[in-house]
């Protein structure tokens, strides 16, 4: 049975981030390339949220070993690329939804420009009110603000957009 892209991309679904275990690596945007040769040896190629990402040799083995178990499969390779540029636009709608079941408020999208005040108008995702306030720029990790809603009374994080 000839595998494609599809049937690759479609079981990848199934991995989800360590960090967000709500979201997909397909859904997140890193899974950025796949190729399957006529042999069904499988490519896929991550970018990851940032450079420093310590989850990325997880999420490598995590996808290596979701695609081996594929009927079919020859080879596996699972390679990291920084030749695409990570950014919040490649975040797919169904994950924009899933970071926000994880208590995440999900970052808006742009158009390559990002001001420092966008951080400041962001929608609590536990009440979906914008009576929010921003604690704190630096979360727990790089790509997290933190935040505070002032009708709920929760406090959260905010997935930064990044350009």
């Given at each position: 049975?000839?595998?494609?892209?599809?049937?690759?991309?479609?079981?990848?679904?199934?991995?989800?981030?360590?960090?967000?275990?709500?979201?997909?690596?397909?859904?997140?945007?890193?899974?950025?390339?796949?190729?399957?040769?006529d042999t069904n040896d499988?490519?896929?190629?991550?970018?990851?949220?940032?450079?420093?990402?310590?989850?990325?040799?997880?999420?490598?083995?995590?996808?290596?070993?979701?695609?081996?178990?594929?009927?079919?499969?020859?080879?596996?390779?699972?390679?990291?690329?920084?030749?695409v540029q990570w950014n919040?636009?490649?975040?797919?709608?169904?994950?924009?939804?899933?970071?926000?079941?994880?208590?995440?408020?999900?970052?808006?999208?742009?158009?390559?420009?990002?001001?420092?005040?966008?951080?400041?108008?962001?929608?609590?995702?536990?009440?979906?009110?914008?009576?929010?306030?921003?604690?704190?720029?630096?979360?727990?990790?790089?790509?997290r603000s933190m935040h505070?809603?002032?009708?709920?009374?929760?406090?959260?994080?905010?997935?930064?957009?990044?350009?």
């Open positions: 049975m000839k595998l494609s892209e599809e049937n690759i991309r479609e079981a990848l679904y199934d991995v989800k981030d360590p960090e967000i275990p709500t979201i997909s690596l397909v859904d997140l945007g890193i899974v950025t390339g796949i190729s399957v040769s499988v490519n896929v190629q991550l970018t990851p949220t940032f450079a420093g990402c310590p989850a990325l040799r997880i999420m490598e083995d995590l996808v290596a070993d979701r695609i081996k178990i594929i009927d079919g499969v020859n080879n596996v390779t699972v390679s990291t690329n920084f030749d919040t636009n490649m975040i797919s709608e169904v994950g924009l939804k899933a970071l926000k079941k994880h208590g995440l408020a999900p970052p808006p999208r742009h158009d390559g420009y990002i001001e420092l005040d966008v951080l400041s108008d962001t929608a609590c995702p536990y009440c979906g009110s914008r009576n929010t306030t921003l604690e704190t720029p630096f979360g727990p990790t790089l790509c505070y809603c002032k009708n709920c009374k929760q406090a959260f994080e905010g997935f930064k957009p990044v350009t």
